[in-house]
């Protein structure tokens, strides 16, 4: 006999975990994600990852440097190993989100990320470190957005949008979390405690709040959708042949080089505009500030107006923005105008593209088996994101820094072309 308890479980669930189709199909603008406390202990939860196993990374290099005696550069390879690792390992944690293990593989890849970051102190070879963020880039794929959207992506299907900006507003703070904590313990306890404080907090407190925010899969049978989990053969397969998919991995990928190319080099790149060394300071800690404004207008937009905006126009305005921000910095005559308008034009679609990946792959192939899926566009984000820096610097090393401009203007204008190329052919598709 069903006890109490049950009955006020299943009551709360049907209430307000049931998946969007039965809830008379409410539109994004309509679900109220802002009263769902798991959705806030995910958007913390996620942003605290961020904060402690990717940007910890940045926040920590010119330290490594003097306690390891390695360049900057020799350290920077670990992060594009991180990159890389975290490409591969998104193919294998996208299948286990879509078997609806998102509760046991998140949690978990924090732990075992925070327990390899704990090692880092007591390495002696740079081999040692390689490995190490080899290791981490693999935890990185099942916690932070790639596999939050997927899971994301299966729960609230056609209303993930609201979920996803809720969680990124919180997580474009990560850095600014990171950065003067992570400074401030080690000024006070030296690299080493800090890196295991740290580590502590991911483990112990970080983790837990993750696996409380997922929502179990054990929902009654009525609750379920009955989505076919094909072999990996099967499912990978019809992703190849799709041009779609070599649209939209292609569109990312140049989404993503031209952000990594500018942000990988944002200091030395202003630096070549003549700018003090304050207000080089001052317009690259503007970058993410205004990744946060972005969400948060777009959040906003849709929430006055009630409606959705399409996604693949938010993109295609990314785009333009992105090469416009680029081309304006290379005509720029040390403005600081022109300089306020290259931030905000580069700074507001690094902060979409997390939102704008996943949703318009949703939206142009499907939601079946989403978490490979969505990994497999992700290899863009990796192509981009591996590759940008270094092909920056040589760039920069060879000519020029407004030849770096120059590629990134014409990155950006391809991934618009890719984009447009892209939504064609769906519509054609669609009509026939």
């Known amino acids: 006999m069903m006890s109490i ?28 994600i802002w009263s769902d406390h798991k959705m806030w202990g995910l958007s913390i939860a996620e942003t605290l990852t961020w904060a402690g196993l990717f940007y910890i990374f940045p926040a920590s290099i010119l330290k ?21 690792a975290s490409g591969t390992g998104g193919l294998i944690s996208g299948r286990l989100i879509d078997k609806g293990l998102a509760r046991a593989l998140m949690p978990s890849s924090i732990v075992l990320g925070s327990l390899l970051i704990s090692l880092i102190p007591s390495i002696i070879h740079i081999w040692q470190f390689y490995l190490i963020w080899f290791l981490i880039g693999f935890c990185l794929s099942g916690c932070l957005y790639q596999a939050c959207f997927s899971y994301i992506t299966s729960r609230y299907k056609e209303n993930a949008k609201k979920p996803i900006v809720m969680i990124t507003l919180f997580a474009g703070f990560a850095s600014t979390i ?18 295991y404080i740290i580590s502590i907090v991911l483990c112990l407190f970080v983790a837990p709040l993750m696996w409380y925010s997922i929502y179990p899969t054990n929902l009654p049978s009525t609750q379920k959708e009955s989505v076919k989990i094909d072999s ?59 990744q946060v404004t972005a969400r948060l207008i777009f959040f906003l937009i849709e929430f006055i107006t009630k409606k959705d905006i399409p996604i ?51 939206q142009l192939i499907g939601r079946i088996n989403f978490g490979i899926l969505s990994s497999m566009v992700g290899i863009g984000f990796i192509l981009g994101s591996a590759s940008g820096p270094g092909i920056a610097g040589w760039i920069a090393e060879t000519w020029s820094y ?14 618009l072309i890719f984009l447009s190329s892209t939504l064609i052919i769906h519509k054609y598709k669609r009509l026939n």
């Open 5 to 32: 308890y049950d009955l006020f479980h299943k009551s709360h669930i049907m209430q307000n975990y049931m998946i969007p189709s039965q809830k008379n199909n409410k539109s994004n603008t309509g679900y109220p």
């Open 64 to 84: 490594w440097t003097e306690n390891f005696n390695w360049s900057i550069s020799e350290i920077s390879i670990g992060f594009s190993i991180a990159l890389i």
């Open 178 to 195: 990171c950065y003067p904590v992570s400074t401030k313990l080690s000024d006070l306890y030296g690299l080493n405690i800090s890196t």
């Open 232 to 290: 990996i053969k099967k499912s990978l397969f019809p992703i190849l042949k799709n041009p779609i998919f070599w649209g939209l991995l292609m569109t990312f990928a140049a989404f993503h080089a031209n952000q990594s190319m500018i942000v990988s080099q944002i200091f030395p790149l202003l630096n070549s505009q003549n700018l003090t060394s304050n207000q080089v300071l001052l317009f690259a800690s503007l970058i993410g500030p205004m």
């Open 312 to 362: 693949s126009l938010i993109c295609s305005i990314c785009l333009t923005m992105l090469a416009l921000s680029s081309f304006m910095l290379f005509i720029n005559d040390t403005s600081l105008v022109l300089i306020t308008i290259f931030i905000i034009l580069q700074g507001g679609p690094y902060g979409m593209v997390s939102i704008l990946q996943p949703l318009l792959t949703a």
């Open 402 to 415: 407004n030849t770096v401009l120059i590629t990134t203007t014409f990155i950006a204008l391809t991934g």
